[in-house]
């Protein structure tokens, strides 16, 4: 009997939820496999680069220009001078936590045009 993959998908169009369940089930009692352990494999292969999808911004340097550095501040987190100038001086600060990749990248970049030294974890 010739394996006929696009007769499969048609059939399987047509299932019905319950059917493609059952289907499921059949197959791992025959094979003696689990549906749910490649999904476990693949999220453990993946690693916390793919899991990632938030990073905290921190400032760990200042620099030299602390005014440009607390404009930028105040800029990003919408904080008042003296909040905005506590994190300055006080570093390491984390300036934005859950901020997406690019919102992460962003931060960073403009904070280190203004001599910032920036971690993202």
Avoid: H, W
């Avoid at 169009?13 to 496999?33: H, R, Y």
């Avoid at 690019?102 to 971690?119: H, M, P, Q, R, S």
């Amino acid at each position: 009997m010739a394996f006929d993959k696009d007769a499969i998908i048609a059939s399987l169009k047509e299932a019905s939820i319950t059917d493609l369940n059952d289907l499921v089930k059949a197959i791992e009692d025959e094979f003696g496999v689990s549906a749910a352990a490649p999904v476990a494999a693949a999220g453990a292969a993946g690693g916390d680069a793919a899991a990632k999808d938030s990073f905290d911004v921190e400032l760990t340097e200042s620099g030299d220009a602390k005014v440009k550095a607390i404009k930028a501040v105040r800029e990003i987190t919408g904080l008042g001078l003296k909040d905005a100038k506590g994190l300055v001086d006080n570093v390491p600060s984390v300036i934005k936590e859950g901020a997406t990749e690019d919102e992460a990248n962003d931060i960073k970049e403009k904070l280190e045009a203004v001599g910032g030294v920036v971690t993202l974890k």
